[in-house]
Each structure stands twice: as C-alpha cells, then as structure tokens.
C-alpha cells in the first residue's frame, strides 16, 4: 500500500522553494500527496528560525501530533530546515517521536532517513555543515502550475547582529547563471508564466565568482526567455544593490515594477548596531533613483521594531522614513531574541511593552500611508494574474483574486471566464491600505491558464496546522 505524505511549511518564500524539493524527492521515492481530508502518513515540518514563534509553532504543532502517532506509530514525522538545523540537539528531547531530524544542507536526504528510520524503529538525525545538493537540482512537486521560484544562491555573506540564517544555512553559494536560465526554460516548456529569482541576498550574486554585474545580467538574459511573462526577485540587499539592476528592470519588459528592499531600521545608530553596513542616505537614494527610473514602481520594505537600544527618537527615525519613502507596504516585526546572535546577547533590549507600543504605532502609521498610495490607483487599470489561492471573502463576494505587475493584492468580479493563471485587465474602483477593488475590463487567457487547468494532481505543500485526522 502506497504511503502518503503532507508538507507543512513555515518562513520565507525559500522555505516554500525547498518545500517543494522535498514533495518532489517523496515523489520520487514513491509516495503520494495526502488527499485532501484525509490523515497523512508522513508528515515533515519545513522550519524557519528567523524569529521566536517559529519554535511556539513547531513545538505547538509536534505535541499536537503527539496522540495521533501514539494511536498509529507506523505514522512518521519529519522536521527539517533552519529551525532544525538550529535545535538539532534540543528536538528529539522536547519530542522523542519525531523519526527525522535533517538540515538545510541535507534536503536530498530525506526519503533515505525515513526508510532508515522505520527498518531500524529508531529516529535519525542527520545535520551537516556543507550543502549537499543544491536546493533547485532535485526533483520538485510544485505548488503552482504556472508561477514559480528558483533559487539563484543559497547562505549569505552578510553578518547582521539580529540574523542567525548565515549560521544556518552558511556562507553564499552562487549557481552558474546557465544552471539558472536552463532552469527558468524548463519550467516555461511546463507552462510557467511567472518566475521569482530567490536568494538571501539575491542581488549579492555574482560574489562567489567575482562579478559584480551578474545579478543584472541574469535579470537580462531572463527578460529574452520566449514566453516567460513575468520576472520577480527576492530579496536584495541595500549594499549590494546596483544602478544596472534599476536599468534592466526599467527597460525589460517582463521584469516586474515592484521592489522589496528590507529597510529595518530608520536610525543610522541602529542600522550600524544592526551591522547592516548603509545608512538611511543611501537608502533612500536608492528609492529615488528607482522611482525616477520607474515612476509606476511599487516599493515594500522590513522594518524590525524594538531593536536592542533602540531609542523614541531612533523610533521616530524609523517612522520618518516611512513618511518619506511611501511604501506599499511594510512587512513589520517585532524583536525577538534569537539565541546564538549577537544581539541576543546585548544587554540593552528594549522592555515588550515599549517595543508592543513601538509596534503598534509603526502599523497604525503604515496603514495610512498605504491607504494613501492605493487610493492613487482608483481609476486605472492594472494588469492582474489570477491567482489559484482564493481570498478568504472571495466566494462570498463573487470574486476573484491576483496580483498586479507592481505586486498589489487586486479583488474583482468573478463575473469572467477567466482561470487561474490567466490575465485580467481590471478597472480600480475602491481602495484600501491592504488591496486594490476593481471591474475585469478584459481577460487574457494564457499558457499558465492552460496549465492550470490541464493539471489534475493535488497541491503537497501547505502553509500553518497540519492537515491531519485522528
């Protein structure tokens, strides 16, 4: 009898990547997606270990499995990436019912150890310091038929006093640019459309090889990929990033309007703490050069609230910019100690309640100023990709749900016969600080709608509580 699997997922979008690395080894090794509704009999954490409540989740979740394995001990549980990489000595303590425990650097390993695992009826652990395989050249199930990510480095140089992802997943490692473009027109032949470029440090690549325009050049030689209708990266570097990636992206028409550019902080006494080697001059100079560049571009951000020593005026610093710099959006957070960093060990945190107040504020500021920036869409019209996720109101609604080519959430009438994957021309009517509303003008079916339809295969990587049944 076939044995099933689920992927439960948490952290950044190069988690999702090697998630779906792992469903596509399990694959391979003859296992099926869990249909579903129905309990699964692997299931593997892929873990993120950037801030404390990834471990409040895994820890939550691990005993929230506890009594489902006590009632069927053939069921296995796997933990692997950041977190385990992290607490590999400290897992199996906590729950000594996990099977497998594997690293960042070991994905490849997985169906081995689990087969070890249950032939030996004891829990495997296997962590090592080099990387393995490179996350893109294993077999993938992917979670999308028509958009996807490839990963164009892996660890990363940099020596951020709040991060412990160089720690974990090591120094960069950069692929060969024709490794990535082979990549990037296989999975246009499959039907994808869209195309996010991945790295910790995305536009530091290059490093590894000594060229320090690679970055652009990759970017460029995507733009010429017949059939690839959209590019996207995550994310840059304030310190590494070049004017040539701004000219290839204002003059290459599939690579999309929008910017993440990771601020964290607007004070400079904090930046340098933070060992973020740019000051908010250049920051901003950046933005500007972007935007004199590509007037349409849309620009979103990380801020971190709370950092140790952090001051009401090095605060009001970060809100300053904010006003200044206008963003889409900000991804903001709170901080945490994470144990093995530099500034866990700083003997100046900021008390929770200031940094919960701090936080409070920064949102509340934010919301303005993205409610400002959509309310300057209404009126025109956006070129959206229909999602396959839907919103939480969309059926209640009649709507559908995609993203603009600056990256803005867009609502509209399902009231079309468009698919996901396809393009819709939509009308903007309404605003909010979160979304755009608006009325399809036109739809444009595509080949990524075509693929989304031809696929009949479930998803095997999910996002939050295991999907499973006692």
């Known amino acids: 009898m076939t044995r099933t699997y689920l992927v439960e997922t948490y952290g950044c979008q190069m988690n999702v990547h090697d998630s779906e690395r792992i469903a596509g080894l399990l694959d391979e090794a003859g296992y099926l997606p869990v249909p579903e509704g129905q309990q699964a009999d692997i299931v593997v954490f892929n873990t993120c270990a950037v801030r404390e409540n990834a ?64 032939i030996e009826e004891e829990s495997q652990i296997e962590i090592l310091e080099a990387l393995e395989h490179f996350p893109s050249t294993l077999p993938a199930r992917r979670f999308s ?18 991060c412990i992802v160089p720690t974990l997943r090591g120094v960069e490692k950069d692929r060969p640019a024709v490794d990535v473009l082979t990549e990037m027109r296989a999975l246009v032949d499959q039907g994808v ?18 060229d320090r325009g690679a970055f652009a050049k990759l970017l460029r030689e995507a733009g010429k990929i017949e059939g690839l209708e959209r590019v996207r990266f995550m994310s840059p570097h304030p310190r590494d990033f070049t004017d040539d990636v701004i000219e290839v992206m204002a003059h290459t028409p599939n690579v999309m309007p929008h910017l993440h550019m990771p601020l964290q902080s607007g004070s400079d006494a904090i930046l340098q703490t933070m060992r973020r080697s740019y000051r908010t001059d250049k920051y901003l100079g950046i933005l500007e050069r972007v935007r004199t560049a590509m007037p349409q571009a849309m620009i979103t951000t990380d801020i971190i609230v709370g950092f140790p020593g952090e001051t009401e005026e090095d605060f009001q610093g970060t809100l300053d910019i904010a006003t200044q710099a206008r963003f889409a959006a900000a991804y903001t957070y709170k901080y945490s100690i994470r144990p093995g960093t530099p500034a866990g060990a700083m003997e100046n945190q900021v008390p929770e309640d200031v940094v919960g107040e701090r936080y409070t504020r920064l949102h509340e500021h934010q919301q303005k100023i993205s409610q400002s920036v959509n309310e300057k869409a209404i009126g025109t019209t956006h070129r959206v990709m229909v999602s396959e996720i839907e919103g939480r109101r969309d059926e209640a609604q009649s709507r559908m749900t995609g993203r603009s080519e600056d990256f803005r959430l867009v609502h509209f009438s399902s009231d079309t016969d468009a698919r996901p994957g396809d393009f819709v021309d939509v009308k903007i009517s309404q605003s909010s600080a979160h979304y755009l509303i608006g009325d399809s003008v036109a739809v444009h079916r595509t080949r990524g709608g075509d693929a989304h339809a031809a696929r009949t295969a479930p998803a095997s990587t999910t996002l939050g509580m295991p999907k499973v049944r006692a």
């Open 55 to 118: 471990d409040n989740k895994l820890y939550g979740n691990l005993s929230f499995l506890a009594p489902i394995k006590k009632k069927n001990p053939s069921m296995q549980i796997a933990v692997g990436g950041c977190l385990a990489q992290k607490d590999q000595s400290i897992i199996l303590k906590k729950a000594p019912y996990v099977d497998v425990v594997f690293g960042t650097h070991n994905v490849g390993s997985l169906p081995v150890l689990l087969e070890r695992a249950r």
């Open 145 to 162: 038929a028509f958009t996807s990510w490839v990963s164009v480095s892996v660890g990363c140089n940099n020596t951020c006093t709040f």
């Open 193 to 210: 459309i869209e195309i996010t470029l991945l790295g910790q440090n995305v536009n530091a690549y290059g490093v590894e090889f000594g």
